[in-house]
């Protein structure tokens, strides 16, 4: 069956940098995107952007554009969150979610990683 | 950018009600839209996408509906693992974005 694993929680000083990885398995790697979505204590879902994890091209929300960065690694089918400069407002859970190859949407699903920014 | 707008934001029921949680677009997004069931302190699953196709395994007490801007999504006969948050999702356009939540509780 379809598992995403990511890294465990991280706890970051504000201007530092995360980096946050998605092992996936059970399904061809190649052929689908992965996309990250993070959600805030208390809030809602937010969409950070996608990898095509075939050709390492990436879209990002404006968001985080420049300060976010999505690499895929063939070889070990994990996929990479990295974020700069980090502030308070990004503790969050970060998921990781795979994109099927007909729509758009999140049809497997990270077990999230916490990242808390705190002095 | 496409904001989606989710009603109500919290809602109580009792087991065996009927629900409808109602997500407005800012413009016609052409069915691309999907909803998602979140309980506490998971990650959200995949219930319906296309506004009404029902993924695999979901209960058929959940359905999908609406067209252009309004979108609904209707549990009848409410059971007690499905009090939880629901996210609708347009994937019409990049970005793609979400409603802020509805809150299901008892």
């Known amino acids: 069956q379809v598992q995403l694993v990511q890294s465990g929680p991280e706890v970051k000083k504000p201007g530092a940098s995360v980096k946050v990885s998605c092992k996936a398995s059970g399904y061809t790697f190649s052929n689908h995107g992965i996309s990250w979505v993070r959600q805030a204590p208390g809030q809602g879902l937010e969409w950070m952007g996608w990898i095509t994890v075939n050709s390492g091209s990436s879209i990002y929300a404006q968001n985080f554009l420049g300060r976010v960065t999505l690499t895929a690694d063939t070889s070990t089918s994990t996929v990479f969150l990295e974020m700069r400069s980090l502030t308070s407002d990004d503790t969050a859970i970060y998921y990781c979610?795979?994109?099927?190859?007909?729509?758009?949407?999140?049809?497997?699903w990270g077990q999230g990683t916490l990242v808390t920014v705190s002095s | 950018d496409i904001q989606m707008t989710q009603s109500p934001s919290s809602l109580s029921a009792s087991v065996g009600d009927r629900v409808t949680i109602t997500c407005r677009a800012s413009q016609d997004i052409s069915d691309s839209l999907a909803w998602y069931q979140q309980k506490s302190e998971k990650a959200p699953k995949l219930l319906l996408s296309g506004s009404s196709r029902l993924e695999s395994g979901v209960p058929s007490r959940f359905s999908g509906s609406g067209s252009g801007t309004e979108y609904s999504l209707t549990i009848t006969s409410l059971q007690p693992e499905d009090f939880a948050s629901y996210y609708c999702?347009?994937?019409?356009?990049?970005?793609?974005?979400f409603g802020g939540g509805t809150k299901v509780e008892i």
């Open positions: 999702q347009q994937y019409f356009t990049i970005p793609l974005s």
């Open positions: 979610a795979r994109k099927p190859r007909t729509a758009a949407v999140f049809s497997d």
